[in-house]
């Protein structure tokens, strides 16, 4: 059964302090794991997918990283717009074609 | 945004009762999906759809069905609502069934 635990459940950063999100997995075999942001009373909004360990992706402040056993989201110098939670999800591959399993997520808080 | 609309997007309904959710897509996409949210759970998928009349059941299928009668449109029936049921139910859409999933606005359901 794939698993996903997220790190810390909450997180307040002050505006341009710079923190990481973690995301520890197992699975069977890791066909992808996704990062979502999701804001009050909304979808969640894909943001990175990443496929093998090593592989990096950035969009912005946003900076994802993937290891054998875990995922981190690095913010660099946060704005306070990017207050949200941020989800976590592995795709396995025996765990079910199209099977997304979800994190609880890290609910983060950036003040100015 | 991906063009994914949900209806309806609140909803109170009494135990007992059926209650049919929308999802409504206008991306042509393949695969569609049925998840539900609440507290101190991830995301949990419900149902998902690989094709018209083409659906097979995930985590927590118990208590609802779905279809798929056009590509557009992937229905969720609660059959005869509990309170257990209360939740925000997104749908989510994908090209394949390895692609990336992307949410709709999602659903309030309360059940009383």
């Known amino acids: 059964e794939d698993q996903v635990t997220q790190s810390p459940e909450a997180l307040r950063l002050q505006e341009g302090e710079s923190s990481s999100l973690n995301c520890s997995y197992t699975v069977s075999g890791l066909r992808g794991l996704f990062w979502y942001r999701q804001d009050p009373g909304k979808g969640p909004e894909f943001l990175f997918t990443l496929y093998s360990a090593g592989e990096e992706k950035e969009k912005e402040r946003l900076k994802a990283t993937l290891t054998k056993k875990e995922s981190f989201l690095h913010i660099t110098a946060p704005k306070p717009e990017d207050s949200a939670t941020y989800l976590c999800a592995v795709q396995g591959l025996e765990s079910g074609y199209s099977t997304l399993t979800f994190g609880k997520g890290t609910m983060l808080l950036v003040s100015p | 945004d991906a063009g994914i609309t949900q209806s309806p997007r609140h909803k109170v309904t009494e135990t007992g009762t059926p209650v049919t959710l929308r999802c409504h897509q206008t991306e042509n996409h393949r695969y569609m999906y049925w998840y539900r949210q609440d507290p101190g759970h991830g995301l949990r998928l419900i149902h998902y759809?690989?094709?018209?009349?083409?659906?097979d059941k995930g985590e927590v299928s118990d208590g609802y069905s779905v279809s798929r009668s056009k590509t557009e449109d992937f229905l969720l029936t609660l059959e005869s609502a509990t309170s257990s049921q209360t939740s925000v139910y997104f749908c989510?859409?994908?090209?394949?069934?390895?692609?990336?999933?992307?949410f709709g606005p999602g659903t309030r359901l309360t059940v009383l």
């Open positions: 989510a859409i994908s090209e394949g069934g390895t692609d990336t999933q992307y």
């Open positions: 759809s690989y094709g018209v009349k083409d659906t």
